[in-house]
């Protein structure tokens, strides 16, 4: 196929460096086909319908446009020169009348000539020199995401089935520009026939018309409120993971886990139920979650990556989670039609990706920095009218994502809380890390959003002051090594922009059951101590309850032994096979085992007995071979640059 020839010349020219951001850039519908070994296997991905169906859905208006005149000269240009099979002759067998059938010009694609693009929409009545100048950067954008290729003799090429793709949306009129920021968001300017159509002159849920206005914002203040939501979004999500390390979350066999489930995570990380399902979504996009096949079925529990993600500092934490939010197949915290909510489970909204950036962008249209922010009602709010001004604006940003939408008002709505969450968004208006997770979607590089997060949150301390009243306070996040001191010898009693410990006689034996003793236990907390010695009171509660800790005494066992034959179980004690059992006698007729009863059972058969398994009732327990399942590992993303490396290097000349 010539199309597909001029693709893959055209990929051949790239530096590695450029691939690279084409396959960062198209990751997620590339991760559903199998993976190219060639550069024209590449571009046959790229250009398949369903890579084209979710890249196309990332085009603002004018790549859109021009993307939409460019396929239907080149149809038409195609139908002019086809040349389709004769009719077929009265009597023909069925392989013929096929032929005849699946005959389809409208489906080849023919090159086009620039200046053809440039006529017809100049023709349109967009010739003027900002209309051209957008017109070219469109044709450029075009070429950069491969949804167009240039020919050696200046022509431009597109998929086949671009047409087909792009014809059942009304791409309205070419616009070289998004609305007016002072009046868009306001139902004010160009963008007001287009809120007044859906209704934004109604009331908001909170009382405000929907051309209301907020205050200007100070950058403080946005950052004050960036800064506490990713704090917040931190603690929330090293706490989910620290509860899944401890107590995988089990998967109901339909997929997702149940509701318990979902209650008991949302308490351990002090969020909503919608929250916690959105934190879980993101955390298995960022490979810190995995789910494992077990023998009791699916579990989610934390992955290897989990320990290095706990060394980073707070900000970084955040870079792989803001990351997956910006490529998920889904709205988490939306269960439209009264559906069942779920998590854990590959989203299938191709849309909700191109509906966050053009929010995003269109906040970043609306409301510049300093200027008053847009007014957003919660998801909950009665009415959601409030939206249709910025919707209209971002419909010039990513029109595919908003276009024939009849819930689109409840998309953007819980779209924008989760923004909110994830401190992006505040007062209406977009935060310093917003406007960096913005930069990061359009160029692929996470330097600005690693920056912006860094700045955010600063490094964790590393000491903590002790006091009289049994509490031990941090005044701000602490590092991992503190956290988890304090949480082994204490429990954690309070958090916001301090976290609070609290010690207790149970909290103490804790750390005691741990392995620590009591003068060990209180040199730990004075090494961390920024007052120097431990208050008094601890001191004596650690070791008052040291001294009482261990007066009775628990007998590890794998398991039991039982005979009523003594002889035999002085037999078995001294069996030099079943050393390895540890077997020890608690009275003369039970002997406990190290291990446990299925090893115990199999040396013993080995050894030349005959023992049966007892239940705990005193019954004789049926044993079944148990039941085995694979366990598939998890497969990291390869390298994108490494990637671009080997397929420009495979590049026939």
């Not at 009243?469 to 941090?474: F, I, M, S, Y």
């Not at 006689?505 to 920024?530: F, K, M, N, Q, Y």
Request: charged fraction near 20%.
């Amino acid at each position: 196929m010539e199309g597909l020839d001029t693709l893959t010349s055209a990929l051949a020219r790239r530096t590695p460096e450029g691939l690279a951001v084409l396959l960062a850039r198209h990751a997620e519908p590339l991760s559903r086909r199998p993976a190219a070994g060639r550069l024209r296997e590449l571009a046959a991905a790229l250009w398949s319908y369903e890579t084209l169906h979710q890249v196309v859905l990332g085009l603002d208006k004018p790549g859109l446009h021009v993307l939409a005149v460019t396929a239907r000269l080149s149809q038409e240009r195609a139908r002019q020169d086809a040349h389709g099979p004769a009719a077929p002759e009265p009597g023909a067998g069925y392989q013929s009348l096929m032929a005849h059938r699946l005959a389809f010009p409208d489906l080849a694609a023919e090159p086009v000539p620039v200046a053809d693009v440039y006529a017809a929409l100049a023709a349109a009545g967009h010739g003027s020199d900002a209309d051209r100048e957008a017109i070219g950067a469109a044709l450029e954008g075009l070429y950069e995401v491969a949804l167009a290729a240039p020919t050696e003799d200046g022509r431009v090429v597109v998929p086949p089935r671009t047409a087909q793709l792009i014809g059942g949306h009304e791409v309205g009129v070419f616009e070289a520009a998004p609305y007016d920021g002072a009046t868009a968001c306001t139902g004010g300017g160009r963008g007001a026939e287009a809120a007044e159509s859906t209704g934004a002159g109604a009331e908001s849920g909170s009382g405000r018309s929907a051309n209301a206005r907020l205050a200007p914002v100070e950058e403080r203040a946005l950052t004050g409120e960036s800064q506490a939501a990713a704090a917040g979004l931190a603690a929330a999500a090293e706490r989910l993971l620290a509860a899944l390390a401890v107590q995988p979350a089990a998967l109901r066999k339909s997929g997702g886990p149940a509701v318990r489930e979902i209650k008991r995570l949302a308490k351990a990380a002090g969020t909503s139920e919608p929250r916690t399902r959105l934190l879980l979504d993101l955390l298995l996009a960022a490979d810190l979650l995995a789910l494992t096949r077990t023998p009791t079925g699916t579990v989610a529990l934390p992955t290897g990556g989990y320990d290095d993600w706990l060394a980073l500092p707070p900000g970084e934490r955040l870079l792989p989670v803001l990351t997956a939010w910006t490529g998920h197949w889904a709205i988490a915290t939306w269960t439209p039609f009264g559906e069942t909510p779920t998590a854990l489970e590959r989203g299938d909204d191709r849309r909700a990706p191109a509906l966050r950036h053009g929010l995003l962008a269109a906040l970043a249209t609306c409301a510049a920095e300093g200027e008053p922010g847009v007014p957003i009602p919660a998801p909950d709010a009665p009415s959601l009218e409030a939206l249709r001004p910025l919707v209209a604006v971002t419909a010039w940003h990513r029109p595919l994502a908003v276009a024939d939408e009849p819930l689109i008002l409840e998309r953007a709505a819980h779209t924008l809380d989760e923004a909110a969450f994830l401190g992006l968004v505040a007062y209406g208006t977009l935060t310093p890390l917003g406007r960096a997770l913005l930069r990061t979607e359009t160029d692929v590089d996470p330097g600005p959003l690693r920056a912006a997060l860094r700045s955010l949150l600063p490094p964790p301390l590393e000491q903590a002051l002790f006091q009289g009243d049994l509490t031990a306070v941090v005044p701000g996040p602490p590092s991992t090594a503190l956290s988890g001191l304090l949480a082994l010898a204490a429990d954690r009693e309070s958090e916001d922009s301090a976290t609070a410990w609290r010690f207790s006689g149970a909290s103490v034996r804790r750390a005691l059951d741990a392995g620590r003793t009591a003068d060990a236990l209180i040199e730990e907390l004075t090494a961390v101590s920024a007052t120097g010695p431990l208050p008094h009171p601890l001191t004596y509660l650690i070791k008052d309850t040291a001294r009482t800790h261990g007066r009775v005494r628990v007998v590890r066992a794998g398991c039991c032994i039982r005979s009523d034959d003594t002889a035999l179980v002085a037999e078995l004690t001294a069996h030099r096979e079943l050393r390895d059992l540890g077997l020890r006698a608690i009275a003369p007729t039970v002997l406990v085992s190290a291990r446990e009863p299925g090893p115990t059972l199999e040396a013993l058969r080995a050894a030349g007995y005959a023992p049966a398994l007892e239940a705990e009732t005193g019954t004789t327990v049926v044993e079944r071979a148990p039941t085995h399942r694979s366990r598939t590992p998890l497969r990291k993303p390869a390298d994108p640059l490494a990637v671009a490396r080997r397929l420009l290097e495979n590049a026939p000349e």
